[in-house]
């Protein structure tokens, strides 16, 4: 609890976890996660929500809960909070375990690919527009 609260997580919400009736050994699990994603920018709130609702659901699965929110933004190409958001509605949704609620945020979250896809093509867009202009400006300064 120390370490969280240096961290910056709100206690109280720890206090709601504690009166989940999960064992003292999976509170520690739950509370290191929570520290964890608060110390990498995950907004406290919403974070303590998802894994609350982990607990509850799938307590065995809290110490994947770090990665598998990781493994979500990266994929996915999502911030933190669309992260969160996203993985606490597929809970919400009635996933009946982490896997199964990662998976579906998977299904449900833009992917990257495609805000890589229109990145690429916005940078073609400009690449092509620069070579020609570059080219207008040889011939023009050639018939000078």
């Known amino acids: 609890m120390a370490e969280g609260d240096a961290a910056?997580?709100?206690l109280e919400l720890?206090?709601?976890?504690a009166q989940s009736?999960?064992?003292e050994s999976q509170l520690v699990r739950a509370v290191d996660a929570l520290t964890e994603l608060t110390?990498?920018?995950?907004?406290?709130?919403?974070?303590?929500?998802?894994?609350?609702?982990?607990?509850?659901?799938?307590?065995g699965a809290v110490p994947r809960v770090v990665t598998g929110l990781e493994d979500l933004r990266t994929t996915a190409g999502l911030s933190r909070i669309d992260a969160v958001d996203t993985l606490g509605r597929s809970l919400s949704?009635?996933?009946a375990s982490l896997e199964s609620a990662?998976?579906?945020s998977l299904d449900?979250?833009?992917t990257r690919a495609t805000g890589a896809a229109?990145?690429?093509s916005s940078r073609d867009s400009t690449r092509q527009e620069n070579a020609a202009s570059s080219r207008r400006q040889r011939e023009h300064g050639g018939r000078r």
């Open 8 to 10: 910056g997580v709100d």
């Open 14 to 17: 720890t206090r709601t976890m």
């Open 21 to 23: 009736g999960a064992s």
């Open 39 to 59: 110390l990498r920018g995950y907004p406290r709130r919403q974070t303590a929500d998802v894994v609350k609702q982990v607990l509850l659901s799938d307590p």
């Open 93 to 95: 949704g009635g996933a």
């Open 102 to 104: 990662l998976t579906l």
């Open 108 to 110: 449900t979250a833009p």
């Open 118 to 120: 229109a990145k690429s």
